[in-house]
C-alpha cells in the first residue's frame, strides 16, 4: 500500500481514479464525519485534500449536489 501523498489522485461524480485504477466513492455518513471531527479532520479543508484515514482514501470534493466540499470514502487501500 503507498501513502496518500504518492497517489495520482483525480474523480468525476463519485467514481475516482487512483493511480489510474478505478475505485467507487461514498458520501461519508454524519457517523464517519462526527469520527472525522474528532480525530482532528474538518471540512473546512480546501477541496481536494486527500487523506488516509483508519486504511481508506478519502478525498474532499465539490460535491456533486453542489452542497460544496464534502467527504467521500473511496475504496483504496493507503497506508497512514
Do not use: H
Request: hydrophobic letters at 35%.
Amino acid at each position: 500500500m503507498k501513502k496518500v501523498n504518492d497517489m495520482t489522485i483525480s474523480w468525476e461524480n463519485n467514481v475516482f481514479k487512483i493511480d489510474g485504477e478505478e475505485f467507487k466513492g461514498v458520501l461519508a455518513t454524519l457517523q464517519e464525519l462526527e469520527e472525522l471531527k474528532n480525530a482532528g479532520i474538518s471540512d473546512d479543508e480546501p477541496c481536494g485534500r486527500q487523506i488516509c484515514y483508519q486504511g481508506w482514501v478519502w478525498v474532499l470534493i465539490d460535491a456533486p449536489s453542489g452542497n460544496g466540499c464534502q467527504w467521500y470514502k473511496t475504496n483504496a487501500r493507503c497506508n497512514e
